[in-house]
């Protein structure tokens, strides 16, 4: 069973970046399209953006378009998720996850594994 382990969260002020990483217990992260979603208190889990397979075609949430970009590196099986600008109501718990089945989506129920997350806090 491949394990996606999320790192690099933490708690910032308003105008910050960070930069998330998912590093997965496989050698083949190739074969899996791979995406980053977050859940705030009270909301249900949202996209955030994905990365297809190979060519590294990626898509983003409105909200985050212009501020994040996603990239992998498969030859090290890790995806990253750099943030900038970030804001207050970036505030979540992010996790990424990977999907076999697709070549990435904004769909959750595409991406059949799924990181345990980490926190992101955006002070004011």
């Known amino acids: 069973q491949v394990q996606l382990v999320e790192s690099g969260g933490g708690s910032v002020q308003a105008g910050a970046s960070l930069r998330l990483s998912c590093t997965a217990s496989t050698r083949s992260l190739s074969l899996y399209a791979m995406g980053w979603f977050r859940q705030a208190p009270g909301k249900e889990r949202e996209f955030v953006a994905c990365i297809s397979r190979n060519l590294g075609r990626t898509l983003y949430a409105d909200s985050v378009k212009g501020r994040f970009t996603i990239s992998r590196d498969n030859s090290k099986n890790i995806v990253n998720l750099q943030m900038t600008s970030l804001k207050p109501d970036d505030t979540a718990i992010y996790y990424c996850?990977?999907?076999?089945?697709?070549?990435?989506?904004?769909?959750?129920?595409?991406?059949?594994?799924w990181g345990r997350g980490t926190q992101v806090t955006v002070s004011s």
């Open positions: 996850a990977a999907d076999l089945l697709d070549n990435g989506s904004a769909d959750r129920d595409a991406y059949e594994l």
